[in-house]
């Protein structure tokens, strides 16, 4: 009890001191760090110090971390390992709140993060209390043609699937019912007691009809084909 007591009281005098703070401050990666000091100019997300607002510490990767002082407008500012920039001011695609894993039977496991993490391409974007014009929408990336053909392929696949589960006949009365709509003209529908038939016929000028393919379907929507010779 003592040292939530002694926390808090810190959290209340860095907030006094303009150096605001974060309840749930970890790296880029999601990996909690400790208490750091927010940067963006007028972010005022987390100066209560009772709230806890997720904070992410700079990039180490030079070019990423050159980006994000670009972002955040600060003149001549140097970040230290104890600045952070607040949750707020990235684009909801950029922050990771789910970890996803495949079980062995193909389904997959999704869990909640307890702490969220950034994309490797994110960068704070949203800075509501400054000019309208820092603010951006960050465009999506394009994809690569491997990942075109990929989603495509899923596309057919759930096409495929779909048609397959609709094209489904289930008992002998559905078959009756659905199958004759869907035959051309030259084709013979004749129902009898435990099955039907599917006669096709070749008419000839000035010859008797001839059968050229006989199909005969029972109840237990078994089959059989006959070829004419």
Same mark, same amino acid.
């Given at each position: 009890?003592?040292? #939530?007591?002694? !926390?808090?009281?810190?959290?209340?005098?860095?907030?006094?001191?303009?150096?605001t703070t974060s309840g749930t401050v970890h790296n880029e990666y999601g990996l909690f760090e400790r208490w750091l000091k927010k940067c963006v100019p007028c972010c005022r997300?987390?100066?209560?110090?009772?709230?806890?607002?997720?904070?992410?510490? +700079?990039? #180490?990767? /030079?070019?990423?971390?050159?980006?994000? !002082?670009?972002?955040?407008?600060?003149?001549?500012?140097?970040?230290?390992?104890?600045?952070?920039?607040?949750?707020?001011?990235?684009? /909801? #695609?950029?922050? &990771?709140?789910?970890?996803?894993?495949?079980? $062995?039977?193909?389904?997959?496991?999704? =869990? #909640?993060?307890?702490?969220?993490?950034?994309?490797? $391409?994110?960068?704070?974007?949203?800075?509501?209390?400054?000019?309208?014009?820092?603010?951006?929408?960050?465009?999506?990336?394009?994809?690569?043609?491997?990942?075109?053909?990929?989603?495509?392929?899923?596309?057919?696949?759930?096409?495929?699937?779909?048609?397959?589960?609709?094209?489904? &006949?289930?008992? +002998?009365?559905?078959?009756?019912?659905?199958?004759?709509?869907?035959?051309?003209? /030259?084709? =013979?529908?004749?129902?009898? /007691?435990? $099955? =039907?038939?599917?006669?096709?016929?070749?008419?000839?000028?000035?010859?008797?009809?001839?059968?050229?393919?006989?199909?005969?379907? $029972?109840?237990?929507?078994?089959?059989?084909?006959?070829?004419?010779?």
């Open positions: 009890m003592i040292g #939530k007591k002694f !926390l808090f009281v810190n959290r209340v005098l860095s907030a006094l001191k303009g150096e997300s987390n100066y209560d110090p009772t709230v806890y607002i997720s904070c992410f510490q +700079f990039p #180490k990767e /030079e070019g990423r971390r050159n980006l994000w !002082l670009k972002k955040i407008n600060r003149k001549d500012y140097s970040p230290s390992s104890k600045n952070a920039v607040c949750i707020k001011h990235f684009s /909801e #695609k950029f922050v &990771i709140t789910e970890d996803h894993a495949v079980r $062995d039977d193909g389904s997959v496991l999704t =869990v #909640k993060r307890i702490y969220p993490k950034l994309t490797p $391409d994110a960068y704070p974007s949203i800075f509501p209390n400054q000019p309208a014009y820092l603010s951006s929408d960050p465009v999506s990336k394009r994809k690569t043609p491997s990942q075109r053909r990929n989603e495509m392929l899923k596309r057919d696949r759930k096409k495929f699937t779909d048609w397959c589960l609709k094209d489904i &006949i289930k008992t +002998f009365d559905d078959f009756l019912k659905e199958f004759p709509t869907k035959l051309t003209k /030259e084709w =013979v529908f004749i129902v009898q /007691e435990d $099955d =039907v038939l599917f006669d096709k016929i070749n008419i000839f000028n000035g010859q008797a009809p001839q059968i050229k393919v006989s199909f005969k379907v $029972d109840r237990n929507l078994s089959g059989l084909l006959g070829m004419a010779k």
